[in-house]
C-alpha cells in the first residue's frame, strides 16, 4: 500500500502550519533548573513576584531557592557553583570576581535600600539642631561606652554604607562607636532586644521594628548613608549565562514586569512577596506596608547603579575590604535589560 499523501492533502496541511501563530521560542523549550541564592529582603521582590506570576517558568527557568544570611556568605556557593542566579547586594560581587569568580549582573531589583535606625536611647541624642556625629558623641559622653552599631559583614553594602555614613558623610569619631558585624536576622532581633543601640536595615525588617517598638527611629533613608546607594541586584554564572542567553532574556524580561507592577500596585504584588519572604512568619498587611516604605525604592535597569557601584568598590578598597578596584566593564551585562519590552 502507498503511503505518500495526495498533493492536495499536503498542500493543505502547509497552508495551515503557515497560517498558524507563532508561538514563543521559550515557551516551547523545555524549562531547566535555576538555582536562586536569595537574601531575605524586600529588595529581592522583583525576583518573587517574577517566579509567582509564572514570568520566570514562561522564560524557561524553574526556580529553587537557598536563603542566606549576607551577600558574602552567598559568593562561596557561587565560586563553587553550588548557585546559578545570585539575588543579593552588588558589593559583594566586586570582591568575587576579583578572586576570579565569573559573574555576570543582569539587572537591579532595588536601590537606596539600607537605612540607619537608632533604639529609644540612642534616638534621644539626635535632636534637631544637633548633627549625627555630636549626637554619637554625646552619647558616649553620657554613658562612657560607644554606640554599638549591627550590620552586616564586611564587603556587604549594609557594612559598606554604614561605614560610608559615618566616616565620610557625618564625620563621625571612631571613637564613639562599635560596628557588630552579625548577619540579617539577628540585626532585627539585637534592635528589638535592645542588645545594640542601632543598625542598618532593610525592608522588611524596618516596618517590623517599628511596628512593634514605635520608639525605634528612623534616623537617615539610604541616599543619606551613600549617594546613590546601589543595592540588591541579579547576577547569574558565566556558565549558567553562556547555556542559557534566551533564558537569562525571559528572566529579566519578566523583572521589568515585576518592578512595574511592585511600583504600580504593591497591594497586588504583596501576596507573592509574603509567599516567599514572610512564609507565615510576617503578616501580609506588614508586607503591603513595608512594599510601601520610602526605603523601597524597585530600580531594575541596571544602567543606573554602574556609577554609584563603582563609586562603593573604590570606597571598598579604602576600607580594605576588596584588594583593588576591578573594572565593572566585565561585571555589567547591561544588554538583555536593554532588549527587554518596557513594562506598562
Known sequence: MSTTLPRRTLLAAAAATLAAPALPRLALAQRVPARVGVIPIVGAA??????????AREAGLDFAYTTFESGPNMIQALASGTIDIYAAGVAP??????????????????????VFVATPRLAAFFKPGTSHAEALRAY?????????????????????TLQYWLWEQI??????????????????????????????????????????????????????????????????????????????????????????????DPDKAAPHVAAN????????????????SPASKFTIDPRAI?????????????????????SLDGLFDTRFFEKAPSAT
Not at 202 to 226: H, M, S, Y
Open 93 to 114: 560581587l566586586g570582591v568575587a570576581r576579583s578572586r576570579g569568580v565569573d559573574v555576570k549582573v543582569v539587572a537591579s531589583t532595588a536601590t537606596g535600600e539600607n
Open 171 to 264: 564625620k563621625a569619631d571612631k571613637a564613639d562607636v562599635e560596628i557588630v558585624a552579625m548577619g540579617i536576622d539577628a540585626t532585627q532581633q539585637a534592635i528589638l532586644a535592645d542588645a545594640v543601640e542601632g543598625a542598618t536595615i532593610r525592608e522588611p525588617a524596618l516596618t517590623i521594628v517599628q511596628k512593634r517598638n514605635p520608639g525605634i527611629r528612623l534616623i537617615a533613608l539610604g541616599d543619606e548613608l551613600f549617594p546613590g546607594q546601589p543595592g540588591t541586584v541579579v547576577a547569574v554564572s558565566g556558565a549558567f549565562l553562556a547555556r542559557n542567553e534566551d533564558r537569562v532574556q525571559g528572566l529579566v524580561n519578566g523583572l521589568v514586569r515585576a518592578g512595574a507592577l511592585l511600583t504600580r
Open 46 to 55: 522583583p525576583v518573587f513576584v517574577a517566579d509567582r506570576e509564572g514570568w
Open 306 to 326: 554602574i556609577q554609584p557601584t563603582k563609586a562603593m568598590q573604590d570606597y571598598q578598597v579604602k576600607l580594605g575590604s576588596l584588594r583593588e578596584s576591578v
Open 140 to 160: 558616649r559622653a553620657q554613658t562612657g561606652k560607644p554606640a554599638r552599631l549591627a550590620t552586616q559583614p564586611p564587603g556587604s553594602v549594609p557594612n559598606t
Open 277 to 292: 519572604l514572610a512564609k507565615g512568619i510576617v503578616d501580609l498587611e506588614t508586607i503591603k506596608a513595608a512594599l510601601k
